[in-house]
Antibody, heavy 122, light 110 residues
C-alpha cells in the first residue's frame, strides 16, 4: 500500500528555521516525483515545487523559489521542505504528494500525505 | 492569483448534475494534461481525474472530465450529499515551468 506520512504540526516564531518531512512507503521511492503543496486554511492549493529522488532534480514555483528548499534522503525514503527563516506568512498546511509521471509536464498527484500544519507567530 | 480560473461555487439538487469549468491558456491547459482533485474539509486532496479524462481505480463513473482548447470541465452526475467538497483543476504551465492549480470550486448539494 502506497503511503506518504508527514511529520507533525509545528509552532514556530518568525525568523526560526524549520524542516518538515514526508516519508514514502509501499513503492519504489526513488522513481516517482514528490511534490510539496501549500494551503492556507480556507484557501486554495499552491504548488511549491517537486523533486525527483533518484537524481534530486528539483523544480520550484516562481513564487517559492529562494524562499524554501526541497531535498530528499533516499536512505530513509524521505523528502523534506525547509525554511532558513520563517515568516508569519508561511503559516499554512503543507502537503506532500506523489507525482505519477516521469515527465513533470504530465504530472498528476495520485497519493497525498496527511498534511503538516505550520504556524508561525510574529 | 492563479492562472487557472474556476467558478467559486456550483450547486444542484441530489441526483442532478453539475459542471465545473477550468479556464486557462495555451501555455497550460492548451498544451498539457489536466488533472482534477477533490478535497473534503480537513483532509488532503484526492486525485479524481488524470490525463484530461481518465479515472483512477475506485473513482465512480459519475465523475467525468473533458478538455477543449484552453478549457477543461469536470462533470458530476447523480449528485450525492457526499459529493459536497472543493474541487481543483491542475496542470503544468510551460511559461512558469511550474504546476498550477485552479482557484477551486465548492460544490453544494441543495
Amino acid at each position: 500500500e502506497v503511503q506518504l506520512v508527514q511529520s507533525g504540526a509545528e509552532v514556530k516564531k518568525a525568523g526560526e528555521p524549520l524542516r518538515i518531512s514526508c516519508k514514502g512507503s509501499g513503492y519504489d521511492f526513488t522513481n516517482k516525483w514528490i511534490a510539496w503543496v501549500r494551503q492556507v486554511p480556507g484557501e486554495g492549493l499552491e504548488w511549491v515545487g517537486i523533486i525527483y529522488p533518484e537524481d534530486s532534480d528539483t523544480r520550484y514555483s516562481p513564487s517559492f523559489r529562494g524562499q524554501v528548499t526541497i531535498s530528499v534522503d533516499n536512505s530513509f525514503n524521505t523528502a523534506y521542505l525547509q525554511w532558513s527563516s520563517l515568516k508569519a506568512s508561511d503559516t499554512a498546511i503543507y502537503y506532500c504528494a506523489r507525482g505519477d509521471n516521469f515527465n513533470p509536464r504530465w504530472l498528476q498527484f495520485d497519493f497525498w500525505g496527511q498534511g503538516t500544519l505550520v504556524t508561525v507567530s510574529s | 492569483q492563479s492562472v487557472l480560473t474556476q467558478p467559486p461555487s456550483v450547486s444542484a439538487a441530489p441526483r442532478q448534475k453539475v459542471a465545473i469549468s477550468c479556464s486557462g491558456s495555451g501555455s497550460n491547459i492548451g498544451n498539457n494534461f489536466v488533472s482534477w482533485y477533490q478535497q473534503f474539509p480537513g483532509t488532503a486532496p484526492k486525485l479524481l481525474i488524470y490525463e484530461n479524462n481518465k479515472r483512477p481505480s475506485g473513482i465512480p463513473d459519475r465523475f467525468s472530465a473533458s478538455k477543449s482548447g484552453t478549457s477543461a470541465t469536470l462533470g458530476i452526475t447523480g449528485l450525492q450529499a457526499g459529493d459536497e467538497a472543493d474541487y481543483f483543476c491542475g496542470t503544468w504551465d510551460d511559461i512558469l515551468t511550474a504546476y498550477v492549480f485552479g482557484t477551486g470550486t465548492k460544490v453544494t448539494v441543495l
